[in-house]
Structures are given as C-alpha cells and as structure tokens.
C-alpha cells in the first residue's frame, strides 16, 4: 500500500499512536514534509469531514481523527518552522461573550487545523476586543465568530464594529454561525461569510482567503 494512502486511512479510523509512527517514517525516508500533510493528514481529515457532512459518521468519529491528525502534526509542525513552509493562513475562532457553548466551535477549529490552517482558539465568552485583538497580535486574516443563544448574537455585531472602527475592516474577515444564526444575519451585521456547519465554514474561509 501506497505510505501516504494508508497513513490517510489510519487518520480516517483515528489511529493516533500509527499516524506519528507513519508520519515518522515517511519524514525519516525523505518524504516532502508538506507532501505528507496535504496528501496524508490533510486529505484525510477531508474524508471524514465529507462523512461527517454526509451523517455517515458522528462527532466521537471526528475527535478521533483529530486527534490523529495532531499526532501527525506534533512531528511535522518542529520541520515546518525549521524550513519555514507557510500555513494556509490564520483564522481567531471563538465564541462570542455571553455564550459557553463551544462544540461546534470546536469543531470548525479542528476542520481548520486539519486543512492546514494556523487556529488561534480563544475559548467561549470572548469579548468583543479579545477578538480584535488576537487578530491584531496573529496577523489574522479572518475572525470566526460563534453563537448558540440568540440572546448573544448581538456580540457578533460589535466584532465587526469594533474592526471597522480599528481601521481593519476589509483586511481581517469575519465568518459566523450557530444554531440561530443565518445569512440574513450575517448580511445584516456586514460579516463576510456565514457557516452553517464545520465543513461550509471552512470551505467559506478557504474562499475569504483566496480573496
């Protein structure tokens, strides 16, 4: 068997302890680092995140496999800043103040590690500024904001007020989403994007990066 092929298939059944020892392997026999995220790690977080779209499998699945695919990271991540290969980008992820739900938050994080993206997790109740600021600091390119009681979707508001208002409107996008927030919602509160679940919001961020 194809090395990258089965080290995608043992991410796929949340094989931890035989991603490293593949990802391991195939570094140690000279394989492209990069090579092995992509069309290894990454094609295989792909698969499960289709599955999971599809309801052919459930989240235990996908924190499996997460936990997979960052058993294979451990040991790339040290050869990436080595040789200073990019990331696909950095998205803040959080969600919003006032609200403690985080799974699906979780979730679109692990989705965006998965396809290679740097994620700077702030935890739930975040304020407002906590997010301008961590873009700030991260050199973001997006904000992803998250929301599961409709009390607290006002937040979301301020975060793109609060952007505007520091001169980064534009330059830093925003993606939201949650149980009772919609498009409408998005466009209303002028953010960029709107995921209805974790595998649209990261094909949403991929499409904000390519702008």
């Known amino acids: 068997m194809d090395a990258l092929v089965e080290l995608r298939e043992s991410l796929e059944r949340g094989e931890h302890e035989r991603v490293s020892l593949l990802t391991r392997d195939g570094v140690d026999q000279g394989m492209d680092p990069e090579e092995v995220l992509s069309k290894g790690l990454i094609a295989g977080m792909n698969v499960i995140g289709e599955k999971y779209r599809k309801h052919e499998i459930f989240l235990p699945d996908v924190l499996l496999a997460a936990k997979a695919m960052y058993a294979g990271m451990d040991v790339l991540k040290p050869l990436f800043l080595k040789e200073g290969i990019p990331t696909s980008g950095t998205v803040v ?48 390119a997006v904000i992803g904001m998250s929301a599961l009681l409709t009390t607290t979707m006002p937040a979301m508001r301020r975060v793109v007020e609060l952007l505007n208002e520091h001169g980064l409107g534009g330059k830093v996008r925003t993606i939201v989403g949650g149980a009772p927030v919609s498009a409408e919602f998005a466009k209303e509160i002028g953010a960029d994007a709107y995921g209805y679940d974790s595998t649209a919001a990261v094909a949403r961020i991929k499409d904000l990066m390519e702008k």
């Open 93 to 140: 992820m959080g969600t919003v103040h006032g609200d403690l739900h985080d799974i699906g938050k979780n979730l679109v994080s692990i989705m965006l590690k998965g396809a290679g993206f740097d994620v700077i997790d702030l935890g739930n109740n975040v304020p407002a500024e906590q997010f301008i600021q961590a873009a700030s600091k991260n050199n973001a």
